[in-house]
Every structure is written in C-alpha cells, then in structure tokens.
C-alpha cells in the first residue's frame, strides 16, 4: 500500500511541478525533492521521467480522453453537442487545474521535445474525438464536407483556450457565456 501511494505522490507533485515550470524545466531531483523520495525510488516505479509523463498521460490524460469521448457522442444535435464538449472540458480543467495547465503547455510544446513526444500519443486521441464528432456532423450539415478537420481543430484550440481562461478566472462560465461561446463558433461573431 505504501508503494501505491508513494506512486500517486510523485504523480501529484510531478503534475504540480510540470504545470509550473514546463515539463523540459523540472529535473528528476525536483520532483524526487518534492515527493520526499529518492531517485532510485521514481525509477523503480517510472524508469525515467518521459515514463512517469506517460504514466500522467495513462491516469489523468485518460481520465481527460474518456469525458471528452462521452460528451462529443454525436446525438443530432450539433448546438448540444458542442455545447457539452465545452462544458465538459471547462469542468475537467476547473476540478484538475494543474494537470489541465500541463495538457495545455504539451499541447502547444514544440514537436521535437520530449514532452511533445510521450505526449504525443493522447493528443492524437483527442483530435481524433474532436474530427469525428466534425464528421458525424457533417453528415447533417453539408457545408460542413471537406472542412471537417478544420472546424474540429479549430473548435479543440477554442475549448481549450475558454476551459483554460475559466481556470485561470478570467472568464466565468455562466450559461450565458456558454451560449456566446458556442453560437460564435457556429454562427461567426458578426451575428
């Protein structure tokens, strides 16, 4: 028991660190320091620090991938759908603020770094949620052909950019706000 809980202290702390500094600016020593263990001890359970991101990656990013599949279940509603994408991730990053800053520093981290890299895979997941809810919907909206992949990039960087400004209190996430939200991206800001 004290190993699973020795893991999931080096996962918080290392969450913590990464959300702070960037994943490139913290060294094993720091997070051993913070979790009050030796660096044998994170190499026994992670084998490296690429092997403890993915372990982050396989409980909290995992954890992100499965709400978001759940609510960008396409349902033939395109405004509700978007509209619980949106909130779910608003959500997610509102109760897991410093892992959802990490998910945010990986999704925009350079592609030939080594957070990039572990991280890589999951981002590759979570696109491709996005584009088939986009496909799913232009099955309804034809004008929408072609152009898949496109509005699901660019609605994946809006949620992101909204769940982030929420956590950060910039911006509250009212049903008010919600609904500006959505109906610019559907409708274009000029209506």
Sequence with gaps: ???????????????????????????????????????PTLYYFYKSKAGLLQSICETKGNELLQLITKAAEYEHDFIKGLTQILLTEIQFAKTNPDFFNLHYVLLNAPDNSEGKAVYSNLIKKIDAVFEEFFLNSANEFGN??????LYACLYHN??????????????????????QIVHSFVYGVAN
């Design 1 to 39: 028991m004290a190993d699973e809980n020795s893991r999931e202290l080096i996962i918080e702390k290392a969450i913590s660190l990464f959300a702070q500094k960037g994943y490139e600016g913290v060294g094993v020593q720091e997070i051993c320091e913070k979790s009050g263990i030796t660096k």
């Design 144 to 149: 929408m052909r072609s152009k898949e992949s």
């Design 158 to 179: 809006n949620v992101v950019s909204v769940a982030r400004m929420c956590v950060g209190n910039k911006l509250t996430a009212n049903d008010q706000t919600v609904y």
